[in-house]
Nanobody
Framework: VQLQASGGGLVQAGGSLRLSCAAS????????MAWFRQAPGKEREFVAA????????SYADPVKGRFTISRDNAKNTVYLEMNSLNPEDTAVYYC?????????????????WGQGTQVTVSS
């Protein structure tokens, strides 16, 4: 599975962005998908995950109620809708894929990674 993230940019605090991650290959619908982010000088951290069918999701506490992960298996794409953005959300956002049955939040358990897209939130 090859992943291509897009949709990042510069936004003011309180604004919104929608990230997309397009996947190649015919097995996209069999993979759980996730978003991680990495701010300068910090570890890459979990943001959100969605299982293969879209029926189960998981969110990191700092983004609960503000971010929504979704997927369209017909388009081989996963999305991250980000609302009420604040400067602490500034980071490079990465999408990742995993073919296991369990919805993981640990980055070490994801097999495939996209190249990242920069999100910058100004105050």
């Amino acid at each position: 599975v090859q992943l291509q993230a897009s949709g990042g940019g510069l936004v003011q605090a309180g604004g919104s962005l929608r990230l997309s991650c397009a996947a190649s290959g015919r097995t996209f619908s069999r993979h759980n998908m996730a978003w991680f982010r990495q701010a300068p000088g910090k570890e890459r951290e979990f943001v959100a995950a969605i299982n293969w069918s879209g029926g189960s999701t998981s969110y990191a506490d700092p983004v609960k109620g503000r971010f929504t992960i979704s997927r369209d298996n017909a388009k081989n794409t996963v999305y991250l809708e980000m609302n009420s953005l604040n400067p602490e959300d500034t980071a490079v956002y990465y999408c990742a894929a995993d073919a296991s049955y369990t919805l993981y939040t640990s980055r070490s358990l994801y097999d495939y990674w996209g190249q990242g897209t920069q999100v910058t939130v100004s105050s």
